[in-house]
């Protein structure tokens, strides 16, 4: 048979992805496994945005939808981002719906970049990002963030010119894994980077709604001179708990926006107009359970950091936002590989070992806190019994 590609060989599993597929496979076997390894909510999809996509279903089926989304979801995300960002967007062309955050964020890198392009991505930084740039033709070079300074980018980081040349850097606010929101100041920092090398700031804010302890999400693309250069993925999956619907929407300069909705629809034509009906309903009419969910989500982050910090040589800092609590666990004296799989195999709790976001991540774990309580509850007791026996 013909050889596969070398991109088939070399591009790296998604290791979050690959953990729970292992779940899935243990849990058939009948073994009693607790997954704290996946970022999305346990609980169902509010009953009057599955009903809204019902109705679609019905009315829709024949009608071809534009690459860019429908006029009532793209307008839906405009007025949203009015209201809660501050930010004035042209929904015609400067809003694309996406299949999710990471579908947006290839259509993003497709759009900004050239083959042997270099791209800045956070170590500890989302799984996908560096393996995606790759696909897309991209270097991904990393940026060793300050992990016991909430995972700050370095202060006086200077780029070197020439090959290859850095095109764009990606950013995650809330932070993923560590859980930091990034101050303003923060945020400033990177813009100024951003500006002094002339890079595209490809924005992944799909914890947004998710901060806690009063802090507030701020839009990097609202920072002057940012809009221009800024392009932001945003998404429905996670504080919507709208998981398995993968639909959320990435805007930005309508240059950039033109790219995406020409290669979107070649590869993926377009989101699903069920699926996008019940985006914009949940945009629009944000269905009231959704505020107790996240009170119960952040009531969860802070109950499980509680608990850890009470567990002995380990220690983690309070959630900021996102789902995850952030584990130093470098007082055990193991690697956080070895600690992942034997929590798996000897205790059922599936987590993911913190050098899976990159090798500034080795000596930590990320735990998803918000699973239902009481499973959250065995979780913590098979922890504690687990980090008492190392």
């Known amino acids: 048979m013909p ?7 070399e591009v790296a599993t998604s290791s979050t992805v690959a953990l729970a597929d292992a779940v899935v496979r243990m849990r058939r076997g009948d073994d009693d496994v607790i997954d704290l390894t996946i970022g999305r909510a346990y609980e169902s999809t509010p009953r009057v945005l599955v009903d809204a996509a019902r109705r679609t279903m019905g009315e829709d089926t024949a009608r071809p939808t534009s690459s860019r989304g429908t006029g009532e979801f793209r307008r839906a995300c405009a007025s949203k981002l009015s209201r809660e960002n501050g930010l004035r967007v042209d929904p015609e062309r400067q809003i694309v719906a996406t ?10 890198l497709l759009a900004t970049l050239d083959p042997g392009d270099a791209v800045l991505v956070e170590d500890p930084g989302f799984v996908s990002h560096g393996p995606v740039v790759e696909l897309c033709g991209g270097v991904p070079v990393s940026v060793p963030l300050d992990v016991a300074a909430r995972g700050a980018w370095p202060r ?19 932070q993923n894994p560590t859980g930091v929101v990034r101050t303003r100041s923060e945020l400033e920092a990177i813009a100024a980077l951003a500006q002094e090398y002339d890079l595209w700031v ?4 799909v914890y947004e709604r998710a901060t806690w302890g009063g802090r507030s999400h701020v839009c990097i693309a609202s920072l002057p001179g940012m809009r221009s250069r800024t392009v932001t993925l945003m998404s429905l999956t996670k504080a919507y708990a709208m998981g398995d619907w993968r ?31 019940a985006a914009a309903l ?20 802070a109950r499980v950091a509680e608990a850890i910090n009470a567990m002995p040589k380990v220690r983690c800092g309070a959630p900021e936002g996102g789902f995850f609590v952030w584990v130093d666990i470098r007082e055990t004296g193991h690697d956080d590989a070895e600690i992942a799989e034997r929590l798996l195999v000897e205790r059922g709790v ?41």
């Open 3 to 9: 050889e596969r590609s070398r991109r088939a060989t």
């Open 282 to 301: 949940a945009l629009t009419e944000p269905p009231p359970e959704l505020a107790d969910l996240l009170r119960q989500w952040e009531r969860r982050c």
């Open 156 to 174: 006086t980081l200077r780029l070197r010119r020439g090959s290859p040349r850095v095109r764009a850097l990606i950013l995650s606010n809330p």
């Open 202 to 205: 490809l924005s992944d804010e």
């Open 247 to 277: 639909i959320g929407f990435t805007f930005g300069p309508e240059s950039v926006m033109e790219g995406i909705t020409k290669f979107q629809g070649h590869a993926f034509t377009s989101a699903p107009a069920f699926v996008q009906r």
């Open 350 to 390: 599936a987590v993911i070992p913190g050098s899976a976001f990159g090798s500034a991540g080795a000596g930590y774990l990320r735990l998803s806190a918000i699973r239902d309580e009481p499973t959250l509850e065995r979780a913590l007791e098979r922890l504690d019994a687990a980090f008492r026996a190392f």
């Open 99 to 108: 299949l999710g955050a990471k579908e947006g964020l290839m259509m993003a």
